[in-house]
Nanobody, 114 residues
Framework: QVQLVESGGGLVQPGGSLRLSCAAS????????MGWYRQAPGKQRDLVAT???????NYADSLKGRFTISRDNAESTVYLQMNSLKPEDTAVYYC????????WGQGTQVTVSS
């Protein structure tokens, strides 16, 4: 059974930082492209960042410089470091694993507010 379990979300003040983690099980993690997406209330789910099995990284243009995606293949975990957070970063953040199939985590809430 495939599981993607996100953690690390929460409430943070503007300008603060959070690090999200997504632990994968039930897949051959090393071959998967891993990604983070987010969905704000009333909006579509949008790309945040992806990282391929070979380490190639893609970011949403608006997030370059503030967010950093990384992966630890030994731990089957993908991370998202988020710095200089803004209220508009408030959303549910979802982990995604893509190879021949496409899997999603349950999401973790990030709220940026003073």
């Amino acid at each position: 059974q495939v599981q993607l379990v996100e953690s690390g979300g929460g409430l943070v003040q503007p300008g603060g930082s959070l690090r999200l983690s997504c632990a994968a099980s039930g897949i051959d993690f090393i071959v998967y492209t891993m990604g983070w997406y987010r969905q704000a209330p009333g909006k579509q789910r949008d790309l945040v960042a992806t990282i391929t099995s070979g380490g190639k990284i893609n970011y949403a243009d608006s997030l370059k410089g503030r967010f950093t995606i990384s992966r630890d293949n030994a731990e089957s975990t993908v991370y998202l470091q988020m710095n200089s957070l803004k209220p508009e970063d408030t959303a549910v953040y979802y982990c995604n694993a893509e190879f021949k199939n496409d899997y999603w985590g349950q999401g973790t809430q990030v709220t940026v507010s003073s």
